[in-house]
């Protein structure tokens, strides 16, 4: 009995310790309530928003809502890659087709990254050119 369970915490131990970055797409009503208040604070405004949390972070697309004169866009294609203490965030971003209703439907995208580690930059690539944040918050 004892070897069986050394061997079950052995899996759990080994399994636990390996991580690596990922992310998923999140809806915002599935999130703890502070970043819940944060994206509430940001969602009237067009922009790209970082949110840091203890073992992960937010990332807000918002294509709603543009300034006058510019046109709504929607998001697709987001990847995230690191490279040693570097995170890179891609996206594109196109121009929104009002007529098309899944293009409407992507113009609020939210994805929540999780750390493999800690990193000391996080960048953002949008349509292959380098972007910075809007607003970027956290706890």
């Not at 992960?56 to 004169?69: D, I, Q």
């Not at 995208?109 to 970027?136: A, H, P, Q, T």
């Amino acid at each position: 009995m004892q070897k069986l369970l050394f061997v079950c915490v052995l899996v759990f131990l080994v399994t636990g310790c390996h991580s690596e970055l990922s992310f998923s797409e999140m809806k915002a009503g599935k999130v703890k309530k502070e970043v819940q208040s944060f994206l509430e604070s940001v969602e009237q405004d067009k922009g790209l928003y970082l949110y840091q949390a203890d073992t992960a972070f937010y990332v807000f697309l918002n294509g709603k809502n543009p300034p006058e004169g510019e046109e709504a866009v929607w998001f697709n294609d987001f990847d995230v890659k690191s490279d040693g203490d570097i995170v890179t965030i891609d996206y594109d971003e196109e121009k929104l087709d009002t007529s098309d209703e899944n293009e409407a439907q992507k113009q609020q995208r939210l994805y929540k990254i999780y750390r493999d580690k800690e990193y000391d930059v996080i960048k953002s690539m949008k349509n292959g050119e380098s972007k910075s944040f809007d607003i970027v918050s956290g706890e």
